[in-house]
């Protein structure tokens, strides 16, 4: 079956715009999460999302982020005022299940966001 | 709160030799352990996972890793390594009860011919 989609695959954008990253997670799978891999770093979590519970948004690094996922499927990803320092690769990735699950996550491919 | 290490940035091991990606952890809890691979131009993908039981776990490719409560490890290990297995690999952690998942680094592994 198909897997875990995210549009752009790339995105260039000014420093100080507004982007919207967006993530189609797998038919079925109630949870999805946002991650943030930096060069040379490993996978940053960013933001939890399980079924209609409030997402867990503790990983935002600041205000500037924003999340939401709407009918409990596709995922945006938020980014005002972009800053150089944004510049980095996010992933997307859902799974069956959350909290306390035993079930692995499912990754999509990532936006590739450069802030010039 | 969960962590974990990969003290090894970069790995290099000749084809047909024995490979091991280090990893350790710290959790509260009971861990959950997993790995991940990353290769070039493509999404991350599951390896192998740890919940219980078995402290050898087998996964995809012919990778293994072993859990090691005392020395709160999980390394990666392969008896024969191929150079397709060149790529990045992320070992990861979560505490039960814990939305979020703690990766690693990751640990660059390249594999001559």
């Known amino acids: 079956g198909a897997g875990v989609s995210q549009s752009p695959s790339n995105k260039v954008t000014e420093k100080g715009k507004d982007v919207e990253l967006r993530c189609d997670p797998i038919?079925?799978?109630?949870?999805l999460y946002w991650y943030r891999q930096s060069l040379g770093q490993g996978l940053e979590f960013l933001i939890y999302?399980?079924?209609?519970?409030?997402?867990?948004k503790s990983g935002l690094p600041s205000d500037r982020f924003s999340a939401e996922r709407t009918g409990g499927s596709v995922s945006t990803l938020t980014i005002q005022r972009t800053q150089q320092e944004d510049s980095a690769v996010y992933l997307c990735?859902?799974?069956?299940?959350?909290?306390?699950?035993?079930?692995?996550?499912?990754f999509g491919p990532g936006t590739r966001l450069t802030v010039t | 709160a969960q962590s974990v290490a990969q003290p090894e940035d970069q790995v290099n091991v000749a084809e047909g030799n024995p490979l091991t990606v280090k990893c350790t952890y710290s959790v509260s809890g009971n861990p959950y352990l997993f790995w991940y691979v990353q290769y070039p131009n493509r999404g991350l993908q599951f390896l192998l996972k740890y919940i219980t039981g078995d402290n050898l776990v087998k996964g995809s490719y012919g990778f293994e890793a072993e859990f090691n409560k005392s020395q709160t490890s999980f390394h990666l290990k392969k008896p024969s390594a191929l150079v397709s297995d060149s790529a990045l690999y992320f070992c990861a952690v979560r505490d039960y009860g814990n939305n979020d998942m703690r990766f690693g680094a990751g640990t660059r592994l390249t594999v001559k011919p």
């Open positions: 038919s079925g799978h109630t949870a």
């Open positions: 999302f399980q079924g209609n519970s409030a997402p867990d």
């Open positions: 990735a859902s799974s069956l299940a959350g909290q306390g699950t035993l079930y692995e996550q499912y």
